[in-house]
């Protein structure tokens, strides 16, 4: 859905007029939240997506979206949730229906409603949080973090620890993007509207975000903040900076390999291009 569908227009309104005067948004408000959870439901079955990438490429939010959100935790008290011997106490409920949508949750994990989960998503123990979209056959490994809003595409892997980082405020603020095929190694943080493109793979431990530099080692070009190309090999790096207090390096990410469109590393041969470049594997 890449704009708005004639039979959500009415939806956004209503939300949109909520949200222009959330000061008096209450918590009981019933009608409100009647409106505020038709677009939740929306999220949750994966009918609408808070943020996608349009026909030339760029990401287009969806506020109205984001906004139903904010409400959502205005409009909802907070309640006690019991899962076998855990109890919770939250504002949302978590997903239901996780077999019969087709997907695999490990004890440990859990996603919050508002969250879409695709056919074939496996989710070891990990988090998904509300409005974040998680594509067909992607698997998000232990202890890795999807936040609020994060769109994940098909067929990726998020390795272990892994963090996605979130945003909901301002509404038109651009969340994380991770494109089909991406391959995430662990323990990297991909935040603060970052973007990993179709099939890059992005070496361990690696920050991705708009305030770090991303640098073409053959070329020495400086590429988009925060954003990793498609189908290359991205890693963590530093560069050496002069300051009036001395002589410091401060991080980067490093494309070290291009690869061909739809060119896929196995994980030896993706090994052996890291440990190429002096990379921990």
């Given at each position: ?5 004639e ?21 009981g408000?019933?009608?409100a ?92 123990p ?17 202890w ?15 390795s ?18 991770v ?18 493109g179709?099939?890059?793979?992005v ?12 640098i ?57 291009v ?8």
């Open positions: 859905m890449t704009g708005m569908p039979d959500y227009k009415a939806l956004a309104h209503a939300v949109e007029d909520l949200y222009d005067h959330i000061a008096d948004v209450r918590t408000d019933k009608e939240t009647e409106t505020v959870e038709s677009a939740i439901d929306l999220l949750d079955r994966g009918v609408v997506r808070v943020a996608e990438i349009d026909g030339s490429g760029s990401v287009v939010v969806h506020e109205w979206l984001k906004k139903a959100i904010l409400l959502l935790f205005r409009l909802r008290a907070i309640e006690t949730i019991e899962v076998g011997p855990f109890e919770y106490a939250d504002r949302l409920p978590l997903k239901h229906g996780l077999a019969a949508a087709g997907v695999r949750v490990v004890p440990g994990a859990s996603a919050r409603w508002g969250s879409f989960l695709a056919p074939g998503v496996v989710l070891m990990s988090y998904v949080n509300i409005g974040a979209y998680v594509g067909e056959q992607t698997m998000v490994d232990t890795a973090t999807v936040a609020s809003c994060a769109q994940i595409g098909a067929r990726v892997h998020l272990g620890g892994v963090g996605i980082g979130g945003v909901l405020e301002p509404p038109n603020a651009v969340p994380v993007v494109e089909d095929d991406a391959f995430v190694g662990s323990r990297c943080m991909i935040v603060e509207g970052a973007r990993v179709q099939g890059a793979v070496g361990a431990g690696t920050i991705v975000s708009p305030s770090i530099p991303v073409d080692v053959e070329t020495g070009e400086e590429l988009s903040r925060g954003t990793i190309p498609p189908w290359s090999v991205a890693v963590s790096g530093s560069r050496r900076r002069e300051f009036p207090g001395g002589e410091f390096f401060l991080p980067c990410v490093l494309i070290i390999k291009r690869m061909k469109e739809g060119e896929r590393h196995d994980k030896i041969t993706l090994n052996a890291l440990r190429e470049h002096g990379v921990s594997t």
